[in-house]
């Protein structure tokens, strides 16, 4: 059968020593980072993907996706250990994790946390495997028109699930795409915006813009906040095995959770966060005894955990078969994508085989590496959190400056860097998230370069994105998305699911 | 009356936003507008900018006639030190050279810290700097000046 052949053929890229050792480093820095507060995958993967440059296409995916997925399980160990969720996807394990772990049930909810995150990944590897050439087949039908519309779908999707204001999150958007064509036009050479800097003629550099506003930005809100010293709960190790009966209890929830998370991965916008707060509201509806939630129930921590790696994997798929990212982590993927000269869409499955199925096997193998890491090596983590944050931040800069400056061996980047630290700042400050913007800019060019063809084809006619039957779904579909979102009523509800953790 | 505007969130996002559209409006201007089947260089950012200045004016709206959202208050001196801190480094990279740009780096950026004493940020930008250049330069062969153009006499 076609799969088998095509996870054959992963196994053996991702088997190699060399890349089976990037895995390694993605998984461990993915855990790292999802344990350390104050870090998440975005800052490091931006942060990355200078040093990532030298290396080979595959391997450079395969460790970032690593760290990625990585830190999904290390953002659940601080959550259960400490109360203090390493990752935003990791708030809603924090509720009934740490419950558990002042029980004195640490163990069994690390465990719980492991397992439904493994049984997730495998879960989501095999339906990546099987639905991602259909997709990548379907959109090779998919014409200048049909991708327009697509994007714009897959921009306004990306908002109306998140949380905050749908107006201010449209404007990022705008914005983002405003910076995206900075530099030359791709139809007459003409420097636009450039401001007479000659290094912008290429553009604005994503990963200068990323860790601005992710690095730095981050840095700074968080010494406006107080250091905060908690307390870990220890796990020793024999602790750490379930019974039979905590199997049968946690089995539903996850089972319950990867399906949740596979589906919601998969639109753009979903992802890691949404699965996980989705998950821990199902559970609750669910559930014989709903009281049980925020006093250390199992089903707390399993759904919204498998929940949550599901999604993150998952949400590989828009970008690795259509091209379009749909949160920001495979916007920078993207981005590491169009680095090494792979332009993403439908034909990255066909034109580089060993790539795609290599980077899924990958994930799989990365989520088995992620069960030791995270189980029996609880403890290294935990003491890792002893780090003080004062000599963890200038390390970080010193790292994103380097980084960003070695991308084109300019000063310049380091300067765009430091404007968008202070850009994104002062917008998080005024309700402008970054995400949005960061997801413009990287679909901005293609945007463009999709609208002019269109209307090319047309001969001028806007009507075009209508007419043709694929595009005027998309766009019905992002009208729907809007009217939804909008919604007074279905607003208060989607407030109250986020509210809820 | 002005102060609860000025400090409305939406309202100042809207002010910021609508004067970046007002300046690619006039800078696009100057470029090649072209037809709607042949787009030139000018007409997309014309068309952002004017969807841009929209949401922005909705915004203003939102700001005046909504319910009050006040700003947090601006963490002026974290960013300073933090954004000072990473802009110096650009300065002084090609003339210093690493082993001078990351140490006034860090010795800014501790600043930014209440808990970091300047003694300790002096050892930190120490370690950091070398623990950089042979990371960076030595083990990932990266062209980056250790010493810069000012010290090489």
Redo the contacts between chains.
């Keep these: 059968m076609d799969l088998l052949s095509n996870l054959s053929v992963g196994l053996s890229t991702a088997i190699s020593l060399q890349n089976l050792g990037y895995c390694l480093v993605g998984c461990i820095l993915g855990t790292l980072i999802g344990i350390l507060p104050g870090l998440g995958p975005a800052a490091t993967i931006s942060m990355l993907l200078p040093v990532t440059f030298g290396l080979d296409p595959t391997g450079s995916l395969i460790m970032l996706a690593g760290i990625f997925y990585g830190a999904q399980y290390g953002g659940s160990t601080t959550a259960i250990l400490i109360n203090l969720p390493g990752e935003s996807s990791s708030v809603t394990t924090a509720i009934d994790g740490h419950e558990m772990a002042l029980q004195g049930k640490a163990g069994l909810a690390l465990s719980t946390a492991a397992l439904g995150s493994f049984f997730a990944g495998t879960v989501a590897t095999l339906i990546i495997a099987a639905f991602a050439p259909l997709l990548a087949n379907a959109a090779l039908q998919f014409g200048a028109v049909e991708y327009f519309s697509l994007m714009i779908l897959g921009l306004i999707a990306s908002v109306a699930l998140a949380r905050g204001s749908l107006m201010n999150a449209l404007a990022m958007i705008v914005l983002g795409v405003i910076i995206g064509i900075v530099g030359s036009d791709p139809g007459t050479g003409r420097l636009r915006l450039t401001f007479g800097i000659p290094e912008l003629a290429d553009g604005v550099n994503i990963v200068s813009v990323a860790m601005g506003m992710f690095g730095l930005g981050e840095i700074i809100y968080n010494l406006a906040e107080q250091e905060k010293k908690r307390t870990a709960i220890k796990a020793p190790f024999r602790s750490l095995l379930p019974s039979f009966a905590d199997i049968k209890a946690m089995s539903p929830a996850i089972l319950r959770g990867t399906a949740l998370g596979s589906v919601l991965g998969i639109l753009p916008g979903g992802g890691a966060m949404l699965s996980s707060f989705a998950s821990y509201a199902l559970e609750k509806k669910v559930a014989r005894d709903p009281a049980r939630f925020g006093h250390g129930a199992i089903e707390g921590v399993a759904g919204p955990e498998a929940a949550n790696n599901a999604g993150a994997q998952t949400s590989f798929i828009p970008m690795l078969t259509l091209g379009i990212p749909s949160n920001v982590i495979m916007a920078l993927m993207a981005g590491a994508m169009i680095m090494h000269g792979i332009q993403p869409g439908p034909n990255v499955i066909h034109d580089q085989p060993e790539l795609f199925w290599g980077l899924i096997v990958s994930m799989w193998i990365g989520n088995l590496m992620l069960v030791i890491l995270n189980l029996p090596m609880v403890g290294i983590w935990v003491k890792l959190l002893g780090v003080p944050y004062r000599l963890l931040y200038p390390s970080i800069m010193v790292f994103c400056c380097i980084g960003v400056f070695t991308l084109n061996n300019s000063v310049v980047d380091v300067y765009v860097m430091v404007l968008f630290g202070l850009v994104g700042y002062i917008f998080r400050l005024l309700g402008g998230e970054p995400a949005p913007l960061l997801l413009g800019l990287v679909l901005g060019p293609m945007m463009e370069e999709y609208l002019r063809r269109s209307l090319q084809l047309s001969r001028g006619d806007p009507l075009v994105f209508v007419q043709h039957p694929i595009s005027a779904v998309l766009l019905a579909v992002a009208a729907v998305l809007i009217v939804i979102a909008v919604l007074p009523s279905i607003r208060r509800k989607r407030d109250e699911a986020l509210q809820e953790a | 009356m002005i102060a609860r505007y000025l400090g409305d969130?939406?309202i100042?996002?809207g002010i910021?936003?609508l004067a970046?559209a007002a300046a690619?409006l006039i800078?696009?201007s100057d470029?090649?507008l072209g037809?709607?089947?042949?787009?030139?260089?000018?007409y997309?950012?014309m068309v952002?900018?004017v969807?841009?200045a929209g949401?922005?004016l909705?915004?203003i709206a939102?700001g005046i006639f909504g319910d009050h959202?006040p700003?947090?208050a601006?963490?002026a001196l974290?960013?300073v030190y933090?954004?000072g801190?990473?802009?110096s480094?650009?300065?002084l990279?090609?003339g210093g050279g690493?082993l001078v740009?990351?140490p006034v780096?860090?010795v800014v950026?501790?600043f930014?810290?209440r808990?970091?004493s300047f003694v300790?940020?002096l050892m930190?930008?120490v370690v950091?700097a070398i623990g950089?250049v042979v990371v960076?330069v030595t083990l990932?062969g990266?062209?980056?000046p250790v010493v810069g153009d000012w010290l090489r006499g």
């Design positions: 969130r939406s100042l996002l910021i936003l970046i690619v800078i696009a470029y090649a037809t709607t089947r042949r787009m030139g260089p000018g997309f950012p952002l900018a969807l841009l949401f922005a909705a915004l939102r959202d700003v947090d601006f963490a974290p960013a933090i954004l801190g990473a802009a480094f650009g300065l990279l090609r690493l740009a990351i780096m860090v950026v501790g930014a810290s808990q970091l300790a940020s930190l930008a950091l950089s960076f990932l990266q062209p980056i």
